[in-house]
């Protein structure tokens, strides 16, 4: 079951990627520079959760299927929380453009798990 998951973690990566990119060339054609670190942070901020959550899932497989859920659970509402704290800390920033931050960070997890799915 691991070697499936880790199977489908890339594979659904690899999609997410060449919508990252898509995405910040976007943002730095409709926002400049600013857009383009927005997107940017979008990408790594993803990136950094969905890779979280890979490894913590697949070491809580090694134990259970009860452990696994536990695991999942957990890490998404840390994640959440992670992300308001985020998001309340730059709220009024001019450092980045916070629309390209937020549609690159939608787009890439939207693709991430619709290629999950799919895979």
Sequence with gaps: MAANYARIARRSAAVAAVAAVIMAVLAAVL????????????????????????VVVSRAARVSPQAMMIAAIVTYILKIVLLLIFVGQFQGTTAFNP?????????????????????
């Design 31 to 54: 926002g400049g520079s600013k857009g383009l670190i927005g997107a940017l942070l979008g990408v790594a901020l993803v990136a950094l959760f969905f890779g979280i959550s890979v």
């Design 99 to 119: 629309k390209a931050f937020g549609l690159t960070a939608l787009a890439c997890i939207l693709v991430y798990t619709g290629a999950q799915v799919i895979w």
